[in-house]
């Protein structure tokens, strides 16, 4: 009974109705058509969503000016942010974005262009 209803999860069959006076009609029935997608993911954000998006965490971390937030912006170098408020920063943008960037990446990020690359290029950023 698990396995017909994680199937059935899964899969589209169409029905007909026929009436009275109507001859069987032939189904038009393609498997392409009756798959569900699996992923939630189905639309991407676009570029200038994500931009927006990273911007509006950056400017909404404590220590940084708003002004001074644009996308070509560097968290330590323009902002005065120490390697500490960079990780916070990281942290928002997971949180934001629903999704976990690997520590490895997450060094890597300490610019908004880079944040913004990251995460417009990333699969399952929401």
Same mark, same amino acid.
């Given at each position: 009974?698990?396995?017909?209803?994680?199937?059935?999860?899964?899969?589209?069959?169409?029905?007909?109705?026929?009436?009275?006076?109507? /001859?069987?009609?032939? =189904?038009?029935?393609?498997?392409?058509?009756? %798959?569900? *997608?699996? &992923?939630?993911?189905? !639309?991407?954000?676009?570029?200038?969503?994500?931009?927006?998006?990273?911007?509006?965490?950056?400017?909404?971390?404590?220590?940084?000016?708003? /002004?001074?937030?644009? =996308?070509?912006?560097?968290?330590?170098?323009? %902002?005065? *942010?120490? &390697?500490?408020?960079? !990780?916070?920063?990281?942290?928002?943008?997971?949180?934001?974005?629903?999704?976990?960037?690997?520590?490895?990446?997450?060094?890597?990020?300490?610019?908004?262009?880079?944040?913004?690359?990251?995460?417009?290029?990333?699969?399952?950023?929401?």
């Amino acid at each position: 009974m698990a396995l017909r209803s994680a199937v059935l999860r899964y899969i589209r069959v169409p029905v007909q109705t026929l009436t009275a006076t109507e /001859s069987k009609p032939q =189904p038009q029935w393609s498997l392409r058509a009756s %798959l569900r *997608l699996f &992923s939630s993911h189905d !639309v991407h954000l676009t570029k200038e969503e994500v931009i927006d998006r990273v911007l509006d965490v950056v400017k909404s971390f404590p220590k940084v000016d708003p /002004s001074q937030v644009t =996308p070509n912006v560097h968290f330590q170098k323009d %902002l005065g *942010l120490d &390697s500490l408020d960079n !990780v916070e920063i990281v942290m928002a943008l997971e949180e934001e974005f629903k999704l976990e960037i690997p520590d490895k990446e997450a060094d890597k990020i300490d610019a908004c262009n880079l944040a913004i690359e990251y995460i417009y290029n990333h699969p399952m950023a929401g």
